[in-house]
């Protein structure tokens, strides 16, 4: 008998292709909720259990806005050339540009 895993995320997940820039690399996220984001970048500067700082770009009609945020790498996962990263939001602040 196989038994059932529980989901471990807490926050409805949105698909979305939106820029990560962290202070020696830069991504694009694969999807994101209010508590975390999964992001793929091709330099492993992250890891598993670190604090990282980095910002996710939204563009929209009036500008750009950067949603600034620290949260805890909880998962990697190697692929091809690049390094997929998810992380816990701990805290965020949105700067409009």
Known sequence: MIAEQSEKRSGQRV???????????????????ASGVFFWTSVSTCVLGELISFSVEFKRPEGRMMLKCQGDVVRMEPRAADIGVAVKILESAMEFG
Do not use: H, Q, W, Y
């Open 15 to 33: 698909l979305a292709a939106l820029p990560v820039f962290l202070k020696s690399a830069e991504g694009i996220t694969r999807d994101v909720s």
